[in-house]
């Protein structure tokens, strides 16, 4: 039994100095490969940011094509796995598009799916 005490009260010591790890984590995994390196785009997207922070690069997000997104309910959502996902409306980047395209920046975390950025496209 004492055993068992000492590990429940080593995880609750420990938990709030994980969360946070496990948390940022998620925000980590974005990176710039170099596949833009030569684009005459890259600095814009670079730049990109919403209301939640920057959106990191191009190689971050990914294009979605039209049938993948649309707008319910007064809000965007976007298709994602295969599952519908809600952006926050501080996520929506509402600046002109100067990629053309639909794109999402998603953060994959342990507790889900959130959209970091999204910059729509013109359905067209």
Known sequence: MDRLKLSLRS??????????????????????DGRYA????????????????????DADGFAVADPDWDSHNGHYRV???GEWVEVPDEAVITEPNRAGRTMVWPVK?????SIRCFM???MI
Not at 109 to 113: D, S
């Open 79 to 81: 298709r994602l796995d």
């Open 11 to 32: 995880a609750l010591l420990v938990a709030p100095l994980v969360a946070p790890l496990v948390l940022w984590g998620g925000n980590a995994l974005g990176r710039d």
């Open 38 to 57: 030569d684009s005459p785009l890259k600095p814009w997207f670079d730049g990109l940011r919403s209301h939640l922070g920057p959106c990191c690069s």
């Open 120 to 122: 729509p496209g013109s």
């Open 109 to 113: 975390t342990a507790f889900g799916v």
